[in-house]
């Protein structure tokens, strides 16, 4: 197996996923950077070249956990991403803040997730990987990985059902508001 074909294969993805779990591009860098090396370091002792994407991933979401490990004992914390709003037509504006603010709520939910619920949700719901897949990368059973993931998705369905009324608009447009303007919300 070439190094160089692996990495042009796998880099995007692995990427993507460590960009997602850390959210700081450099952090993300230096990660994906620490993975590529190890791979290439393992790559001859890989004994079941069918398995080489979920060894991939595993080496990276050790990574990120040692990354976050650290980072708690430092307490060291994250830091809150904000994206300027470019000025554009009004109507689509408005549309374009909705669709955010609903994202923002939505990825806020499951910030508050633990570790393990938001990882399986973003390695099947967001990266698109099977339930085998995903057993692979975290090291579990295949039933334990459709255990985690029902449990997430159900506790971040509960979080948004509390927090949360969606509707959808005169455009068709889904929104979120919060429950009660009172009460602190996360939308």
Wanted: contains cysteine; aromatic residues 6%; negative net charge.
């Amino acid at each position: 197996m070439d190094f160089w074909e692996v990495y042009d294969q796998h880099y995007g993805r692995v990427r993507q996923f460590v960009l997602a779990s850390v959210k700081d591009e450099w952090v993300a860098d230096d990660l994906l950077q620490e993975t590529f090396l190890r791979v290439q370091a393992n790559l001859d002792s890989l004994k079941d070249p069918s398995k080489l994407s979920s060894w991939i991933f595993s080496i990276a979401h050790n990574l990120c956990r040692d990354h976050f490990r650290k980072a708690r004992r430092s307490s060291a914390h994250e830091r809150v991403d904000q994206d300027d709003i470019e000025i554009i037509e009004a109507s689509s504006l408005q549309q374009e803040l909705e669709q955010r603010q609903m994202g923002q709520c939505v990825q806020n939910l499951t910030n508050l997730l633990s570790e393990s619920e938001r990882t399986v949700i973003h390695l099947f719901d967001i990266m698109d990987f099977s339930h085998q897949e995903v057993a692979e990368i975290l090291g579990i059973t295949v039933e334990n990985a459709k255990v985690r993931l029902h449990r997430a998705r159900k506790r971040l369905r509960s979080m948004l059902e509390e927090s949360c009324t969606f509707e959808t608009d005169k455009r068709n447009v889904l929104t979120c508001e919060p429950v009660e303007p009172t009460k602190p919300s996360t939308c």
